[in-house]
């Protein structure tokens, strides 16, 4: 099993729904999650950091986190073209240390 | 501005030599990082440091050395004993190991030639 395992799509939505990202992970006492854009042939871009259960909310990025479910999402409102790109996971290893970041998942809007 | 800055962008590497990539930032941050990422794949960890004169290996360290006498540089040197280099190398700091998010530098794309 992958420390951190998303679905690599690719995701496809129109313009202004939803996008939906998910995320499980098996370190069951990791505290510390995040979620970075990458786009195409550049690097990792933080969007959101998230350390609680439930919601946190930026914009247009929320990040849900249920801890118990080990399980943390993210949702996009508003989809923009521009939101076109692979979503990265990450998590804090635990001792803090080193974060283990997902393989990705690809998301394209739709014009 | 703050940042991280990689060099070079784009290395070409002939069997048996060892190449060096370039990392700096000006972030005053106490922790370094170098990932690299293959296509499919998350990022894995070769290195990182959390302060001047002290680094630890990470997932992958086999093939790579690392040097931290600054501050601001953290180097990858990545050696002939590395058997498969071709990879997108991503230097990363924050301000200290623990719940910090990453400011990532741009990248150095690898080539075996």
């Known amino acids: 099993q992958k420390e951190v395992e998303q679905n690599s799509g690719p995701l496809s939505v129109p313009e202004g729904a939803i996008a939906s990202l998910n995320c499980t992970y098996s370190?069951?006492?990791?505290?510390?999650f995040f979620w970075y854009r990458q786009y195409s042939g550049k690097s990792p871009e933080l969007i959101m950091s998230?350390?609680?259960?439930g919601d946190k909310e930026d914009g247009r990025f929320t990040a849900q986190l249920n801890k118990a479910s080990q399980y943390v999402s993210l949702l996009i409102r508003d989809s923009q073209p521009s939101d076109s790109a692979t979503y990265l996971c990450?998590?804090?290893?635990?001792?803090?240390?080193?974060?283990?970041f997902g393989a990705g998942t690809r998301l394209f809007v739709k014009a | 501005d703050g940042g991280i800055t990689q060099s070079p962008k784009y290395l070409f590497r002939k069997e048996g030599q060892n190449v060096t990539l370039s990392c700096e930032q000006n972030?005053?941050?106490?922790?370094m990082y170098w990932y690299r990422q293959d296509p499919g794949q998350g990022l894995r960890l070769i290195y990182y440091?959390?302060?001047?004169?002290?680094?630890q290996k990470g997932d992958i360290a086999e093939g790579y050395s690392v040097s931290r006498e600054k501050k601001e540089s953290f180097p990858l040197t990545v050696t002939s004993a590395q058997k498969n280099p071709t990879a997108f190398y991503l230097c990363?700091?924050?301000?200290?190991?623990?719940?910090?998010?990453?400011?990532f530098g741009s990248g150095t794309r690898l080539t075996v030639v």
């Open positions: 440091s959390q302060i001047v004169n002290d680094f």
């Open positions: 972030l005053n941050h106490d922790a």
């Open positions: 990363a700091s924050s301000l200290r190991t623990g719940d910090y998010g990453y400011t």
């Open positions: 370190d069951r006492v990791s505290q510390s």
């Open positions: 998230i350390y609680s259960n």
């Open positions: 990450a998590v804090l290893h635990t001792g803090g240390f080193k974060t283990i």
